[in-house]
């Protein structure tokens, strides 16, 4: 790819997308209180790292869009390209399972709305088959609830609320 070439504004507005997040994740860590969290290391550690990580990631995203374009990218007329299942619409499976776990955590609970992501992101991989799907997502759910209730002692939203 040519290095000249002029500034790709949709990729220097993902790459801004990119280290506003990482902002918004810095911000929200420090509002944790440095006591919580393990004994080594407090639960604002893991957020800030994330939030640097993702810094610096949309940071060489920015600096890419500005030289010429995001380097590795398929081009269009790649066969390859044209094998990946899904495409925007797969995009937008996965985004919606990943909105719906944020609005339905608290009224259905956590393994319901965990089985509907992981149905949510097969069918955005191609899978045609959603009530097959959304069992494995509440199989593979189940156990990571009971481990982190009962084995860590880390309070997750209810298994399946009440009013169900």
Same mark, same amino acid.
């Given at each position: 790819?040519?290095?000249?070439?002029?500034? @790709?504004? $949709?990729? %220097? !507005?993902?790459?801004l997308? $990119?280290? /506003?997040?990482?902002?918004? @994740?810095?911000?929200? !860590?420090?509002?944790?209180?440095?006591?919580?969290?393990?004994?080594?290391?407090? !639960?604002?550690?893991?957020?800030?790292?994330?939030? $640097?990580?993702?810094?610096?990631?949309? %940071?060489? @995203?920015?600096?890419?869009?500005?030289?010429?374009?995001?380097?590795?990218? /398929? &081009?269009? =007329?790649? =066969?390859? /390209?044209?094998a990946?299942?899904?495409?925007?619409?797969?995009?937008?499976?996965?985004?919606a399972?990943?909105?719906?776990?944020?609005?339905?955590?608290?009224?259905?609970?956590? $393994?319901?709305?965990?089985?509907?992501?992981?149905?949510?992101?097969?069918?955005?991989?191609?899978?045609?088959?959603?009530?097959? &799907? @959304? !069992?494995?997502?509440?199989?593979?759910t189940?156990?990571?609830?009971?481990?982190?209730?009962?084995? %860590?002692?880390?309070?997750?939203?209810?298994?399946?609320?009440?009013?169900?």
């Open positions: 790819m040519n290095p000249t070439r002029r500034i @790709l504004p $949709v990729q %220097l !507005a993902i790459g997308g $990119v280290v /506003a997040i990482s902002t918004v @994740l810095a911000l929200g !860590a420090n509002r944790f209180p440095e006591e919580m969290g393990f004994v080594i290391l407090g !639960a604002h550690v893991y957020p800030y790292a994330l939030a $640097v990580f993702l810094g610096v990631v949309g %940071l060489l @995203l920015c600096y890419q869009a500005v030289t010429g374009g995001f380097r590795e990218l /398929a &081009d269009h =007329e790649d =066969e390859s /390209a044209k990946l299942p899904g495409g925007k619409l797969g995009a937008a499976w996965v985004t399972g990943l909105v719906g776990v944020a609005v339905l955590i608290n009224l259905i609970g956590f $393994v319901l709305s965990a089985g509907l992501l992981f149905a949510c992101s097969a069918r955005g991989f191609g899978s045609r088959r959603p009530v097959r &799907d @959304l !069992a494995i997502g509440i199989a593979l189940l156990p990571i609830y009971w481990l982190f209730n009962a084995g %860590l002692g880390v309070s997750l939203p209810p298994l399946i609320n009440a009013w169900i």
